[in-house]
């Protein structure tokens, strides 16, 4: 009787701390609003009014034509890769002729460090995973 009830208190312990995790997680990293991102990019890229107004019309026609390929279930998946690559590329060749030079640079370090941070991130959360797993003992009988 003794064993079930330690058993039992474990396997509470176990999910009660994967909830609070899991609850972590979603405290840590709250998601931005799209007008927050746009006045972020906006306020970091230093940009005029007039920029502002045609980022936020190449940003909202990307997402447009994005979830027109994306929802279109008589399209191919590779053919879908390939569309959303293209739209991809085309939205970077219409911020080009929106910015300047110096925002251009400004921009794609912005990127690389985004990058940097979803990569070091992803490794954080692999070595908590794999700590987690070593941290779980069996119960002895």
């Keep these: 009787m003794k064993?079930?009830?330690?058993?039992?208190?474990?396997?509470?312990?176990l999910a009660g701390s994967s909830v609070f995790a899991q609850e972590q997680k979603a405290?840590?990293?709250?998601?931005?609003?799209?007008?927050?991102?746009?006045?972020?990019?906006?306020?970091?890229?230093?940009?005029?009014e007039e920029q502002r107004e045609q980022v936020d019309k190449i940003h909202k026609n990307h997402v447009l034509e994005s979830r027109k390929i994306k929802n279109n279930s008589e399209m191919p998946e590779d053919a879908k890769?390939?569309?959303?690559?293209?739209?991809?590329?085309?939205?970077?060749?219409?911020?080009?002729?929106?910015l300047t030079e110096e925002q251009r640079q400004k921009l794609e370090e912005?990127?690389?460090?985004?990058?940097e941070k979803r990569v070091e991130q992803k490794k954080v959360e692999r070595h908590s995973i794999k700590k987690e797993k070593?941290?779980?003992?069996?119960v002895e009988k």
């Excluded at 890769?81 to 929106?98: G, P, W």
């Excluded at 912005?110 to 990058?115: D, F, P, T």
């Design 27 to 48: 405290v840590e990293k709250p998601k931005m609003k799209k007008e927050q991102r746009m006045e972020k990019l906006a306020e970091e890229l230093d940009l005029s």
């Design 134 to 138: 070593r941290n779980i003992q069996p």
């Design 110 to 115: 912005m990127k690389k460090e985004r990058k």
């Design 81 to 98: 890769k390939e569309a959303l690559k293209k739209l991809r590329l085309d939205k970077k060749a219409q911020m080009a002729e929106v």
């Design 3 to 13: 064993k079930i009830k330690i058993v039992l208190l474990g396997i509470g312990i």
